[in-house]
């Protein structure tokens, strides 16, 4: 099989979250499927080193700050002892064993797997170099680019110290330290910090700019912000990181910034979490058509083809947002025309989740992207302070907001902050994308007591008329 | 005491209908099933009897409405003693919309941005007037022919909203299929929500709201509107606009649809010397049994062989599953002209019918269907569908399938034409028939197999009973 002559009607690179369901998909509507990743089970990042490693570490982590949030409802633990070796194991049986189904679910689909990475030779022909050293050659009909992204690098720090740990080696939970400093306050740092924190690390983040998250909502940060005060050890915004030494204990770490007391301090362990970049490298595009731009995205059209007409892009390769479930319906869109069906990525809303404590979610239109495209709208807030459910769960900082365009009252972003946002979004994008009016959330009884209320009193918030939010209408 | 009779559910997801005669009016008196008015739905006229005998004290609508299920019809006095109460249920409509919106436009809310210091143009005035114009649309749709039609603008299209299309996703993956740009479309649902209706409109160039043609519910002065609003000119001349009936609009929808299938037409000519005689010789046999002998109704006779023969004719594709539907039934429709538009009555289980019965039962149903007599159930159902136009004249046509059957034979008018039979010509009655089929399930071979097959058994009767 190391001949020229393999042929097969598509070719998936990379069997991650946007990978596997377009190969599945494809499958599934009669397509003779081979998909080509380095790891022997389909998953990718978001199974092996993302999504769900992070979000068992932080089950653990939330059920430690509830037992010990427990004390003011009259319950009290001891310390908990953790056993990291039992918990790294924990965390690795529920990553094998999404990963081990997946595997039999390609199968199950008859879809050729090959463990291994690809390149371009042309427009139709892959390179792969398996995993056992074999070369092979494969001709293709139709193939998709799903190679995802990679933890991005500041040259110059001490990239290969032991020290030093980026979002994958910090999932692989090597120890815990005493301090950790965390550069870079997005998702990825701030959910990691969690889990350490919780962990009984003292946790330090450092932000250049003057806020956690950017690009989130800032009424939504605000109230994360003020709970990781309390988690964290401290919080440097608007500080860089001016450098960085090795030392035989940890890492010593020079800032720059206005306000701070001390301009060099030591680290166990540093946590570099700056963003990610797009695996668009090493692929031998320069050997076909496709077209990547200045921030090493493929370029795409609406229905993820590139340049090249037969070459596909999804997911992080093809650009922001970097989320997996992006990347699946992507992978499922592009499975569909491969097909032959004309669709296309249309979505009018994508959620976004932070797995922090309080979660943070949000979609469609916020507050921030309607002042740069002129966009008027009206924004009704309900907090949690009254919800009958959060007060029960003595968790009371929360806020859901609703973006309502006030010509027509449509729905067109929703965001929350607190326990469980990452879940209630849902019933937002949902509204979303079926044109739905606050009237529409108003209207629909929500279960009590649940925190999904909160979603129909914010609308009730916009008429004016909430239950639990008594607020008279000013005269004009 | 009175009954307040409301449009009862008619069955077959039936929910509008539009009046098409009222046969009452107050002050009558009617007997129980007397019929008060007839309406006209997707599907069928129907005949609206009254609930109970007595006075009609006040009919509720008008020729031309279009009415719903649940909307009141009419009020009658039964004469019985003594009502305590109007018998009703409650009216569906919502009439506080006009109130809520007030309190909308007033309410408080936390926030509030006005980016834009200039309102767009194209941006409908208030949400009220958005509403009102609806409740137009809904209630008052005689306004709409008599002069506030929305004047088409020619300008270049805008989109609708700066916001995202406010449809399912599933409608905006219909609105691409049908290569509609759902940006341009302003929605007829709440909030302007696009529905599968408004899209269906918008692709059959009927563009009843886009955005560019926002106007106040009063009929506007245009000053090339005569009074009666009716008439209009574009700028090559005269031109009149007629509202298209139910019907017609219909007719349109489906065979719009019927031809995305690909469709070829096969033309052959059948001997039908023989038979004639024949039909001649047992035409009085059939009268007598209440029916008319046609080609027509032979032809039903050996189209329902001939389906039986040839299943893949009788059969529909389902693409969203990648499978074929064999019907294990066997009914024919006749596309039957009336004055109302094209209506195809279905025989039902045809294969089970001699021809005696099935001549009777077209006789009946032919009947029904001029008479708006016809029900929704026998329109309905149908595998297969004849055409013929021999009446009238013509040699050869295409007919067009009526998805989602996927054969349709046409049949036009018979003529003597010499024949080169057995070293001469010989004078033989020959009928042209044309057989559209739906090349995605059927090939060319199968059809012409199928087509001669059909001319077999006409030519030689004893085929049927032999083979069919």
């Given at each position: 099989?190391?001949?020229?002559?393999?042929?097969?009607?598509l070719?998936?690179?990379?069997?991650?979250?946007?990978?596997?369901?377009?190969?599945?998909?494809?499958a599934?509507?009669?397509?003779?499927?081979?998909?080509?990743?380095?790891?022997?089970?389909?998953?990718g990042?978001?199974?092996?080193?993302?999504?769900?490693?992070?979000?068992?570490?932080?089950?653990?982590?939330?059920?430690?700050?509830?037992?010990?949030?427990?004390?003011?409802?009259?319950?009290?633990?001891?310390?908990?002892?953790?056993?990291?070796?039992?918990?790294?194991?924990?965390?690795?049986?529920?990553?094998?064993?999404?990963?081990?189904?997946?595997g039999i679910?390609?199968?199950?689909?008859?879809?050729?797997?090959?463990?291994?990475?690809a390149?371009?030779?042309?427009?139709?022909?892959?390179?792969?170099?398996?995993?056992?050293?074999?070369?092979?050659?494969?001709?293709?009909?139709?193939?998709?680019?799903?190679?995802?992204?990679?933890?991005?690098?500041?040259?110059?720090?001490?990239?290969?110290?032991?020290?030093l740990?980026?979002?994958?080696?910090?999932?692989?939970?090597?120890?815990?330290?005493?301090?950790?400093?965390?550069?870079?306050?997005?998702?990825?740092?701030?959910?990691?910090?969690?889990?350490?924190?919780?962990?009984?690390?003292?946790?330090?983040?450092?932000?250049m700019?003057?806020?956690?998250?950017q690009g989130?909502?800032?009424?939504l940060?605000?109230?994360?912000?003020?709970?990781?005060?309390?988690?964290?050890?401290?919080?440097?915004?608007?500080?860089?990181?001016?450098?960085?030494?090795?030392?035989?204990?940890?890492?010593?770490?020079?800032?720059?910034?206005?306000g701070?007391?001390?301009?060099?301090?030591?680290?166990?362990?540093?946590?570099?979490?700056?963003?990610?970049?797009?695996n668009s490298?090493?692929?031998?595009?320069?050997?076909?058509?496709?077209?990547?731009?200045?921030?090493?995205?493929?370029?795409?059209?609406?229905?993820?083809?590139?340049?090249?007409?037969?070459?596909?892009?999804?997911?992080?390769?093809?650009?922001?947002p970097?989320?997996a479930?992006k990347?699946?319906h992507?992978?499922?869109?592009?499975?569909?025309?491969?097909?032959?069906?004309?669709?296309?990525?249309e979505?009018?809303a994508i959620?976004?989740?932070?797995?922090?404590d309080?979660?943070?979610?949000?979609?469609?239109?916020?507050?921030?992207?309607?002042?740069?495209?002129?966009?008027n709208?009206?924004?009704?807030?309900?907090?949690?302070g009254?919800?009958?459910?959060?007060?029960?769960?003595?968790?009371?900082?929360?806020?859901?907001?609703?973006?309502?365009?006030?010509?027509?009252?449509?729905?067109?972003?929703?965001?929350?902050?607190?326990?469980?946002?990452?879940?209630?979004?849902?019933?937002?994008?949902?509204a979303?994308?079926?044109?739905?009016?606050?009237?529409?959330?108003?209207?629909?009884?929500?279960?009590?007591?649940?925190?999904?209320?909160?979603?129909m009193?914010s609308a009730?918030?916009?008429?004016?008329l909430?239950?639990?939010?008594?607020?008279?209408?000013?005269?004009? | 005491?009175?009954?307040?009779?409301?449009?009862?559910?008619?069955g077959?997801?039936?929910?509008?209908?539009?009046?098409?005669?009222?046969?009452?009016s107050?002050?009558?008196?009617?007997?129980?099933?007397?019929a008060?008015?007839e309406?006209?739905?997707?599907?069928?006229a129907?005949?609206?009897?009254?609930p109970?005998?007595?006075?009609?004290?006040?009919?509720?609508?008008n020729?031309?409405?279009?009415?719903?299920?649940?909307?009141?019809?009419?009020?009658?006095?039964?004469?019985?003693?003594?009502g305590?109460?109007?018998?009703?249920?409650?009216?569906?409509?919502?009439?506080?919309?006009?109130?809520e919106?007030?309190?909308?436009?007033e309410?408080?809310?936390?926030?509030?941005?006005?980016?834009?210091?200039?309102?767009?143009?194209?941006?409908?005035?208030?949400?009220?007037?958005e509403?009102?114009?609806?409740e137009?649309?809904?209630?008052?749709?005689?306004?709409?022919?008599?002069?506030?039609?929305?004047?088409?603008?020619?300008?270049?299209p805008?989109?609708?909203?700066?916001?995202?299309?406010?449809?399912?996703?599933?409608?905006?993956?219909?609105?691409?299929?049908?290569?509609?740009?759902i940006?341009?479309?302003?929605?007829?649902?709440?909030?302007?929500?696009?529905?599968?209706?408004?899209?269906?409109?918008?692709?059959?160039?009927?563009?009843?709201?886009?955005?560019?043609?926002?106007?106040?519910?009063?009929?506007?002065?245009?000053?090339?509107?005569?009074?009666?609003?009716?008439?209009?000119?574009?700028?090559?001349?005269?031109?009149?606009?007629?509202?298209?009936?139910?019907v017609r609009r219909?007719?349109?929808?489906?065979?719009?649809?019927?031809?995305?299938?690909?469709?070829?037409t096969?033309?052959?000519?059948?001997?039908?010397?023989?038979?004639?005689?024949?039909?001649?010789?047992?035409?009085?046999?059939?009268?007598?049994?209440?029916?008319?002998?046609?080609?027509?109704?032979?032809?039903?006779?050996?189209?329902?062989?001939?389906?039986?023969?040839?299943?893949?004719?009788?059969?529909?594709?389902?693409?969203?599953n990648?499978?074929?539907?064999?019907?294990?039934?066997?009914?024919?429709?006749?596309?039957?002209?009336?004055?109302?538009?094209?209506?195809?009555?279905?025989?039902?289980?045809?294969?089970?019918?001699?021809?005696?019965?099935?001549?009777?039962?077209?006789s009946?149903?032919?009947?029904?269907?001029?008479n708006?007599?016809?029900?929704?159930?026998?329109?309905?159902?149908?595998?297969?569908?004849?055409?013929?136009?021999?009446?009238?004249?013509?040699?050869y046509?295409?007919?067009?399938?009526?998805?989602?059957?996927?054969?349709?034979?046409?049949?036009?008018?018979?003529?003597?034409?010499?024949?080169?039979i057995?070293?001469?010509?010989?004078?033989?009655?020959?009928l042209?028939?044309?057989?559209?089929?739906?090349?995605r399930l059927?090939d060319?071979?199968?059809?012409?197999?199928?087509?001669?097959?059909?001319?077999?058994?006409?030519?030689e009767?004893?085929?049927?009973?032999?083979?069919?």
């Amino acid at each position: 099989m190391s001949n020229g002559e393999n042929k097969t009607q598509l070719a998936v690179i990379g069997a991650g979250p946007g990978g596997y369901p377009a190969a599945f998909l494809a499958a599934d509507l009669g397509l003779e499927v081979t998909m080509i990743d380095p790891e022997d089970n389909p998953g990718g990042v978001c199974l092996y080193r993302g999504c769900i490693p992070s979000k068992a570490l932080l089950h653990s982590a939330k059920v430690i700050s509830e037992a010990k949030h427990s004390k003011n409802l009259g319950i009290t633990f001891s310390k908990p002892k953790i056993d990291l070796d039992k918990l790294r194991d924990w965390k690795n049986t529920v990553v094998e064993k999404l990963v081990g189904g997946l595997g039999i679910l390609s199968r199950q689909r008859k879809i050729t797997y090959i463990q291994g990475r690809a390149k371009f030779v042309d427009s139709e022909t892959l390179e792969i170099k398996k995993t056992d050293g074999e070369i092979m050659q494969l001709k293709f009909e139709h193939a998709v680019i799903a190679t995802g992204s990679r933890p991005a690098q500041i040259p110059g720090f001490p990239n290969d110290s032991p020290h030093l740990l980026n979002s994958t080696s910090a999932l692989d939970l090597p120890e815990i330290p005493k301090t950790m400093l965390v550069v870079g306050g997005g998702y990825i740092g701030l959910e990691l910090g969690t889990v350490y924190a919780a962990l009984g690390t003292k946790v330090s983040v450092v932000e250049m700019t003057s806020g956690l998250m950017q690009g989130a909502d800032r009424d939504l940060v605000r109230v994360l912000q003020k709970s990781s005060e309390k988690n964290y050890e401290s919080i440097m915004l608007d500080t860089k990181v001016l450098d960085m030494k090795e030392t035989t204990k940890g890492i010593k770490v020079t800032f720059e910034g206005e306000g701070l007391e001390e301009k060099e301090l030591n680290f166990d362990k540093v946590l570099v979490s700056v963003g990610r970049k797009p695996n668009s490298e090493n692929l031998g595009l320069e050997n076909t058509e496709v077209e990547i731009d200045s921030k090493g995205f493929l370029k795409v059209d609406a229905q993820r083809r590139t340049a090249d007409r037969n070459i596909f892009a999804i997911g992080d390769v093809a650009g922001e947002p970097m989320l997996a479930h992006k990347a699946t319906h992507e992978g499922r869109t592009v499975a569909e025309v491969i097909a032959g069906r004309d669709v296309v990525f249309e979505p009018n809303a994508i959620p976004a989740v932070v797995f922090t404590d309080p979660e943070i979610a949000w979609c469609g239109l916020t507050e921030t992207e309607a002042k740069e495209k002129k966009i008027n709208i009206k924004v009704a807030r309900f907090p949690w302070g009254a919800s009958g459910r959060a007060t029960t769960l003595d968790r009371n900082d929360g806020v859901t907001k609703l973006i309502i365009d006030p010509e027509t009252d449509r729905l067109l972003g929703m965001g929350i902050v607190g326990p469980g946002a990452g879940e209630l979004i849902a019933e937002g994008v949902l509204a979303i994308e079926m044109g739905a009016l606050a009237s529409d959330l108003e209207l629909t009884i929500h279960a009590h007591p649940t925190l999904s209320e909160t979603v129909m009193e914010s609308a009730e918030v916009y008429y004016g008329l909430s239950t639990h939010m008594y607020k008279p209408k000013r005269d004009r | 005491m009175t009954i307040e009779y409301k449009l009862p559910d008619l069955g077959e997801d039936i929910e509008t209908g539009d009046v098409i005669g009222v046969f009452v009016s107050a002050g009558d008196t009617v007997a129980e099933d007397q019929a008060l008015l007839e309406i006209e739905t997707d599907k069928a006229a129907i005949e609206i009897p009254a609930p109970s005998g007595g006075i009609i004290k006040e009919v509720h609508v008008n020729e031309g409405d279009t009415i719903k299920v649940g909307q009141l019809l009419v009020t009658i006095d039964d004469g019985k003693s003594n009502g305590k109460d109007t018998k009703t249920k409650e009216a569906p409509l919502t009439k506080t919309e006009d109130e809520e919106i007030e309190e909308i436009a007033e309410k408080e809310v936390e926030e509030e941005m006005n980016a834009d210091p200039e309102p767009e143009p194209q941006k409908p005035d208030t949400t009220n007037q958005e509403l009102d114009e609806a409740e137009v649309d809904l209630k008052t749709k005689e306004d709409l022919t008599t002069g506030s039609e929305e004047k088409e603008v020619l300008d270049a299209p805008e989109p609708a909203s700066k916001n995202p299309a406010a449809a399912s996703p599933t409608i905006r993956r219909m609105a691409r299929e049908l290569g509609v740009d759902i940006k341009m479309i302003q929605g007829t649902g709440p909030g302007g929500r696009i529905s599968e209706e408004d899209i269906r409109n918008f692709s059959s160039g009927k563009k009843p709201k886009t955005k560019t043609k926002k106007q106040p519910p009063e009929p506007p002065v245009i000053e090339t509107q005569d009074s009666e609003g009716k008439t209009d000119s574009d700028k090559w001349g005269g031109i009149s606009r007629t509202p298209m009936s139910k019907v017609r609009r219909l007719t349109a929808e489906r065979l719009t649809e019927a031809w995305k299938a690909p469709h070829v037409t096969q033309y052959d000519k059948a001997d039908i010397t023989e038979l004639e005689k024949l039909r001649k010789e047992f035409g009085p046999e059939v009268v007598n049994a209440g029916g008319k002998l046609t080609m027509t109704s032979i032809l039903l006779k050996v189209m329902a062989s001939a389906l039986k023969a040839f299943p893949q004719f009788n059969a529909s594709v389902d693409m969203e599953n990648g499978e074929i539907v064999y019907k294990k039934y066997y009914n024919i429709g006749i596309a039957v002209d009336t004055d109302r538009g094209l209506l195809v009555p279905v025989i039902k289980d045809a294969n089970k019918k001699n021809i005696t019965k099935l001549s009777v039962e077209l006789s009946e149903l032919s009947e029904k269907a001029r008479n708006k007599r016809i029900s929704v159930d026998e329109l309905q159902g149908g595998t297969f569908t004849i055409t013929n136009l021999g009446g009238i004249g013509g040699t050869y046509f295409s007919p067009v399938l009526n998805t989602p059957e996927v054969a349709i034979l046409g049949i036009s008018r018979s003529a003597v034409e010499p024949v080169y039979i057995d070293g001469g010509f010989l004078p033989r009655l020959m009928l042209p028939l044309s057989l559209s089929y739906d090349h995605r399930l059927i090939d060319g071979a199968d059809a012409i197999r199928f087509l001669r097959w059909v001319i077999e058994a006409l030519e030689e009767p004893f085929k049927l009973p032999l083979e069919g």
